[in-house]
């Protein structure tokens, strides 16, 4: 492990898995041989991190989370405590689904509230906000901002996290906390200028 790696006595990584320069690896996580988790990255106590599952740069995982085959965080996801992930539609215990397990990925910035279920086969985008306790059954755009069950969109997010106010009918909008400008498209939100803050604070 690099020099200022740090895992917890508590937890089990497999010397198999791949752990990025600088990650921590707080109390009783277990972390599977072929897993590949990336720099900086924070895994809070209780996270389970199975073999096929890949975590890019400084993403961070709140408590008792379990990453399962084929899930994948880009860089700078959060995933918030208690949030769930699947890798098969119709699991039974006694006939093996594991030729049927579905990619989920989490796109670069995004957030994962506390108690959220994300379905397999979804594709979350970049810097898009799943609300506390929402049930997500399919995409997310990028910069959109769900919540409910089943989720459904309601509204869009800045890239740092603060809601867009008074989109409707309007063809660019700023944000009145950073200053990162977006247009609005028939596509969905496009950033035109984003304004970096303080990045990667100390975990």
């Given amino acids: 492990m690099p020099g200022d790696t740090f895992i917890h006595p508590s937890s089990e990584v497999s010397p198999q898995a791949k752990i990025g320069q600088g990650t921590k690896i707080w109390q009783h996580c277990t972390v599977l041989a072929g897993a590949e988790i990336g720099e900086g990255c924070m895994l809070s106590a209780n996270v389970f991190v199975e073999g096929r599952a890949r975590l890019g740069k400084h993403v961070k995982v709140k408590n008792n989370v379990s990453i399962y085959d084929l899930v994948e965080l880009e860089d700078d996801v959060f995933i918030g405590p208690s949030a769930v992930f699947t890798n098969v539609l119709t699991p039974r215990s006694h006939w093996s689904r594991k030729d ?55 509204g869009w997010v800045c890239y740092c996290g603060e809601r867009l106010v008074d989109t409707d009918g309007v063809h660019e909008v700023a944000c009145s906390h950073c200053g990162s400008r977006y247009a609005l498209t028939p596509a969905g939100l496009v950033d035109l200028e984003l304004k970096p803050q303080a990045q990667h604070p100390e975990k």
């Fill in 100 to 154: 049927d397990f579905l990619r989920t990925l989490v796109r670069q910035g995004a957030t994962i509230g506390a108690n959220a279920t994300v379905v397999c086969g979804s594709v979350i985008g970049r810097y898009a906000m799943v609300g506390a306790g929402s049930v997500v059954t399919g995409d997310v755009p990028d910069f959109a901002l769900v919540y409910g069950v089943p989720a459904r969109q309601h």
